[in-house]
Nanobody
Framework: QVQLVESGGGLVQPGGSLRLSCAASVSISSFNPMEWYRQAPGKGRELVAMITSGGGTNYADSVKGRFTMSKVNFVNAVYLQIDYLKPEDTAVYYC?????????WGKGTLVTVST
């Protein structure tokens, strides 16, 4: 069974950093791409970062320069380094991938940016 499990969220002050992790139960090289989405309170789900099987990355304009997505194939995990956090980054962050034509989502990890 394919599972994606996020971790690393929490409460952080503006300007702080967090590193989110997404652990997969299958080889992440089977996903192309893998993505991080977020959903802020009262808003729709937004794609913020993606990484291809070859390691290429792409980011939403709103997070460029502050978010860095990476992966470690041999531990089947992807990561999202978030720096210079802003209150508007407050959201549930979800890991997503398509494996054998099926969409898989994690349950999300909550990031709250507040003083």
């Amino acid at each position: 069974q394919v599972q994606l499990v996020e971790s690393g969220g929490g409460l952080v002050q503006p300007g702080g950093s967090l590193r989110l992790s997404c652990a997969a139960s299958v080889s992440i090289s089977s996903f192309n791409p893998m993505e991080w989405y977020r959903q802020a309170p009262g808003k729709g789900r937004e794609l913020v970062a993606m990484i291809t099987s070859g390691g290429g990355t792409n980011y939403a304009d709103s997070v460029k320069g502050r978010f860095t997505m990476s992966k470690v194939n041999f531990v089947n995990a992807v990561y999202l380094q978030i720096d210079y956090l802003k209150p508007e980054d407050t959201a549930v962050y979800y890991c997503h991938g398509v494996w054998n034509g099926v969409d898989y989502w994690g349950k999300g990890t909550l990031v709250t940016v507040s003083t």
